[in-house]
């Protein structure tokens, strides 16, 4: 039998800190132990915030967006760029991109990628939205803003074959992003140039 050191609500949250990306459990305890340490200014403050964004959180029913507004706040943005879609993986992704100050064009976000052996089929990510959006005559090109990965490069080449009705332009960025590398960890300079020397497929 496991002994237990804290209490059961203690014990969840530690379980639950485990959970997250780069966390197992000898990182979630520490941190649960910094968060009790730093009761009344962390700990109460990233609770009522948890709570409030768990509320108000919203899912852009355009492009996939998280943000609290719906549609998202890009997306409502009069002054972006009607006539290109920059296509990201994750909202991370375009979290990126949006860091990096890159582009000023419109976001869709796929929700992931491409991948058998995981079972995600086409019908499990935000593609019909896409050609649905790239069949408006405002749109003149897509950038496919993929991982390098084989994943990220299959799902590529698979909405390359899907958009191919649509007569839009289509990109990628440039090969400057490392293969697998990944977005989210990209400096801004190398978001930038990998933008800038996209290239049509």
């Known amino acids: 039998m496991v002994h237990k050191v804290a209490g059961p609500e203690i014990e969840r949250l530690i379980s639950l800190l485990a959970k997250l990306p780069g966390l197992g459990p000898r990182s979630a305890r520490r941190a649960a132990l910094h968060l009790i340490k730093k009761r009344e200014s962390l700990l109460e ?106 994943e990220g490069q299959s799902t590529s080449h698979y909405i390359m074959e899907q958009l191919a009705p649509c007569n839009v332009k289509i990109s990628q960025l440039a090969h400057g992003v490392p293969v697998g590398g990944e977005l989210d960890y990209l400096d801004e300079g190398t978001l930038a140039a990998a933008v800038k020397a996209r290239k049509e497929m």
């Open 45 to 150: 403050p990233l609770a009522a915030s948890m709570s409030e964004t768990a509320q108000k959180i919203e899912i852009c029913s355009n492009c996939g967006n998280v943000d609290v507004l719906e549609p998202c706040a890009i997306c409502r943005d009069e002054r972006r760029d009607h006539t290109m879609i920059v296509v990201v993986e994750e909202v991370g992704d375009l979290w990126a991109l949006e860091r990096a100050k890159v582009t000023k064009a419109r976001y869709h976000v796929l929700g992931g990628v491409l991948s058998p052996l995981d079972g995600i089929t086409p019908q499990d990510l935000n593609l019909n939205q896409l050609i649905e959006r790239a069949r408006t005559n405002s749109v003149c090109e897509v950038l496919l803003a993929l991982n390098a990965t084989i």
